[in-house]
């Protein structure tokens, strides 16, 4: 119960002082408009307050004066009646509102006005947060917009319920081959969404295989026109990803050649077939020419063509096409290392910029190579003037623990939004990039592969829900720091004792660096067991196919990216980064070995060499999985069995994984270097 609740607990507020403030505010509740969106929204706060307060507000359908809470769009309401000029929302975006309280004739009153009836939603979510988080509703006054235009999740679900790289149960979307009629869940999930801000989501995995690319097809539209219903109400619009062999598989053509004239009227009638069902459908996802899925390259023809085809079908209806960047060969010969996949994606996409439509957006993965604990970010961003871009980060912990291991990603998220791409000079941030200010981008925005399945406490990890909350509302506001939204999140979910806070808080912001000391060191990635990808294995993609090497031998290790001895790839980057990457003495320790191959012996910034980093890191980051383990025992008696229960034998296997980690890299590396530990610890 608690556990499923995530972060909307709406537990009774016990305060009486608080309480009977907030009841003043909360006996009647006037809505102007009729909307799915503002039914929703009144639904939330009913449902809110209920909960909270106990109370069942009168509701009028209609400005009433006489109301406590009055919410609207801001066209609707009588603004001046308010004292409000409604210039004020010119300064609001379309999803943006107002909540305020002002004295309407002696009497507090609370306003939450929309510039849309997304924005009331928006608003109504915002106020019950302040409740769950017993701020006074006096004197409010917030003028809020989103920051980023397209706030999405990609569920990474197979039709036959699986879920790739999902590891907290089942698709709550599918069963047995067919789109779930159960949708209580799918409805809770858009609650919770909408309750952090997503507006977009794309309901099946990138990875379309025979069963899923009939998605698009009279056998399922009506049931996936039924989950756009229920995400609708919620603000959140629907996409699907599409097989680009489509035309051939489901269409009975010959070809799916994007500049060929039959599969360009396919792809026109798919669309209008589509949007038949789903007016407002969002569009496609979609993965082509990368890890065998097809794609325009086997026609000889580019990106752009692929993706136009698609977007010129889309363009009438307003739909659009979400292109990945994720191409890179996943075949490559590993005896010849003369390509390097991390130059993949812009190598490919940069000679494209400026001939995409304008209803494409190119989706980057955050950095070059898949979602590892540490990469530098994607040169792609910053590079591409004239095309539409999307950050892609992944919720899911692929590489990150897997939801057994604590891994609080915000404090990742946050790096990369603020690194400085220097594209346009000092001062041009990924912020700039993704929210499409730097570039006056039509579309712009962030995505990211969700992490949640039918697991009761919906991602396995109770502590992982963190990562979902803070990833809406990260991307809602980037400015909002690591620290806030931690503890936001433990308030809203467990409540406001404060020393529970303060050790929820330390485990949570400590997590990632744990994380890092005890597997892959200073940025080489990978290390992990093939296929799964959880637990080390030191050299379990060295001698393979995905492009994804660490060079270690007796002498040294690491990739050498650099411009003169190198692969080139910091050539990549716009100076002063290039540089910055480019040169051993200027590049940070925490990227040293992606971009450079040095010897065991040579001397970081901090003063260790690289071997004694390696064992400090490895020791040290199962001390700290040790000390996650006394940190939660302390919490015993403050959170509820189920909830209490669920992290502490997470941790144990964290532990585990850590010790594994552990024993694996330093055994490993002590016998390539020959090279003992300083402190002389156990390594065999
Ligand atoms: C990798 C995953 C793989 C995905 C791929 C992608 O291991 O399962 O299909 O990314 O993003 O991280 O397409």
């Known amino acids: 119960e608690k556990s499923y609740a995530c972060w ?10 608080l309480c009977e403030d907030y009841r003043k505010f909360c006996q009647e509740v006037a809505v102007k408009g009729e909307s799915v969106i503002l039914h ?33 769009t801001y066209e609707q309401l009588h603004l001046q009646e308010y004292g409000l000029d409604s210039q004020l929302f010119q300064k609001i975006n379309e999803e943006g509102y107002l909540i305020k309280t002002i004295k309407k004739k002696e009497k507090e009153t609370l306003l939450l006005i929309g510039k849309s009836d997304k924005g009331v939603l928006y608003a109504v979510h915002h106020l019950l947060r302040l409740l769950q988080l017993r701020e006074s509703l006096n004197q409010l006054e917030f003028i809020e ?9 990609n569920q990474w679900d197979n039709i036959d319920a699986s879920v790739e790289r999902g590891y907290s149960g089942q698709s709550i979307f599918y069963d047995h081959n067919k789109i779930t009629q159960n949708h209580k869940r799918i409805r809770d999930y858009a609650r919770l969404l909408s309750s952090v801000g997503i507006n977009a989501i794309s309901i099946n995995n990138v990875n379309v295989w025979k069963v899923e690319t009939k998605l698009i097809t009279h056998e399922f539209l009506a049931d996936v026109a039924k989950i756009a219903d229920i995400f609708r109400a919620y603000g959140i619009k629907t996409f699907l990803s599409i097989n680009f062999a489509s035309p051939i598989e489901i269409g009975g053509l010959s070809t799916a050649d994007p500049l060929d004239n039959e599969v360009k009227k396919w792809w026109k ?3 209008g077939e589509i949007f038949g069902y789903i007016p407002d459908f969002g569009g496609f996802v979609v993965k082509a020419d990368s890890e065998h899925r097809p794609g325009p390259f086997s026609y000889g023809r580019d990106h752009a063509d692929g993706a136009n085809v698609l977007a010129q079908a889309l363009k009438p209806f307003g739909g659009i096409v979400i292109w990945r960047c994720f191409v890179y060969n996943c075949l490559q010969d590993w005896r010849d290392r003369s390509t390097d996949r991390a130059r993949a994606a812009y190598d490919h996409f940069k000679p494209l910029d400026g001939q995409f439509l304008d209803n494409v957006i190119l989706q980057v993965k955050n950095g070059p190579m898949d979602f590892q604990v540490r990469e530098p970010v994607s040169p792609l961003f910053g590079a591409l003037e004239k095309t539409n871009q999307m950050m892609e980060f992944q919720v899911a912990q692929e590489y990150t623990g897997q939801q057994k291991d604590l891994c609080f990603l915000v404090p990742l998220w946050k790096e990369v939004l603020e690194f400085d791409t220097y594209a346009h000079g000092q001062g041009s941030a990924i912020k700039k990039i993704v929210d499409g200010s730097l570039y006056n981008a039509k579309f712009s925005g962030i995505c990211a592969v969700s992490n949640i399945g039918d697991d009761a ?15 809406g509302r990260l991307i809602w506001n980037p400015e909002l720091t690591s620290e ?12 406001h004792d404060s020393f529970l806070i303060e050790q929820i808080k330390q485990m949570l912001l400590d997590s990632w660096s744990i994380y890092e000391n005890y597997t892959a060191p200073l940025g080489v990635g990978w ?9 080390p294995s030191i050299d379990g993609y060295e001698y393979s196919v995905w492009g994804t090497y660490h060079f270690a031998d007796r002498d040294g290790i690491g990739v050498d990216r650099t411009l003169e001895t190198g692969t080139g790839y910091a050539g990549q980057y716009f100076s002063p980064n290039k540089e910055m990457y480019n040169a051993l003495e200027s590049c940070p320790d925490e990227l040293l070995l992606f971009f450079h191959h040095v010897p065991y012996t040579h001397r970081l910034k901090s003063g260790k060499t690289v071997i004694q980093h390696i064992y400090d890191t490895h020791f040290k980051g199962v001390a700290q999985v040790e000390g996650l383990i006394e940190k939660w025992s302390q919490l015993q008696g403050k959170i509820d069995e189920e909830r209490f229960t669920n992290v502490s034998n997470r941790l144990q296997l964290q532990l585990k994984n850590a010790k594994e980690w552990r024993d694996q890299v330093n055994t490993y590396f002590y016998r390539k270097s020959g090279i003992a530990d300083e402190e002389n610890r156990a390594i065999y």
């Open 8 to 17: 909307l607990q709406y537990d009774r507020i016990n305060d009486r002082n």
């Open 484 to 495: 806030e939204l931690a503890e936001e999140w433990i308030r809203v979910t467990f409540g």
């Open 457 to 471: 406490n919906w991602t396995g990890h109770t502590l992982a829900q963190a990562n979902l909350y803070g990833y």
């Open 145 to 153: 917009s989103p920051k980023n235009q397209i706030r999405m999740l």
């Open 269 to 271: 009638n798919k669309a």
């Open 527 to 535: 290390m992990v067991n093939p296929h799964h990808h959880y637990g």
């Open 40 to 72: 929703s929204a009144l639904k939330e706060l009913k449902n809110g307050l209920r909960s909270m307060l106990d109370i069942e507000p009168i509701i009028y359908k209609d400005e009433a004066m006489e109301a406590s809470i009055i919410m609207g």
